[in-house]
């Protein structure tokens, strides 16, 4: 077997491995009930600028809304996992960006809130990413008010 033979073995070989143990997943979530809905601009300025420039291509960022009931994909504000073309992941950064700031105008602000039900939409988008880290972020005064005849529990594990 030639030498170049045996470089197009190995990249081929290299080229059929996950990347998913590289990449990382990122969900926040953000709190627009009572008084933290008016921090919702400050929240994204952060995530704009302190999430968004480290995400490298093939990585997953996942905004998602706490509102009265948080579990619906409806409260996922924004959702994108970047190309592997650096370019492509580029732009799509900026849409991104763009997303974020549409939704930090919004004049939305829930009576209730349903961090659990954030949490566990969070976790299974994280669960689908195959990403090899995963990171739940919270924008929250972590203060649980669920609307009337609304319940969540966790489920046990084992």
């Given at each position: 077997m030639n030498r170049a033979c045996i470089v197009a073995a190995a990249l081929l070989t290299g080229s059929c491995s996950s990347g998913a143990q590289y990449s990382q997943a990122i969900v926040a979530l953000v709190?627009?009930?009572?008084?933290?809905?008016?921090?919702?601009?400050?929240?994204?300025?952060?995530?704009?600028?302190?999430?968004?420039?480290?995400?490298?291509?093939?990585?997953?960022?996942?905004?998602?809304?706490?509102?009265?009931?948080?579990?619906?994909?409806?409260?996922?504000?924004?959702?994108?996992?970047?190309?592997?073309?650096p370019s492509k992941a580029n732009a799509q950064k900026l849409q991104l960006a763009s997303t974020l700031d549409a939704f930090s105008h919004k004049p939305y602000r829930s009576a209730h809130t349903d961090i659990r039900g954030a949490m566990m939409l969070g976790a299974e988008y994280l669960r689908e990413s195959n990403a090899g880290r995963r990171t739940m972020v919270i924008f929250s005064d972590m203060e649980e008010d669920l609307p009337r005849g609304v319940k969540r529990t966790w489920r046990p594990t084992s």
């Open positions: 709190d627009v009930s009572g008084t933290y809905a008016d921090q919702k601009p400050e929240v994204v300025n952060v995530i704009r600028k302190g999430v968004l420039p480290r995400l490298i291509p093939g990585d997953t960022l996942v905004v998602i809304r706490i509102d009265s009931e948080s579990y619906k994909k409806a409260n996922v504000e924004a959702s994108m996992t970047l190309d592997v073309r």
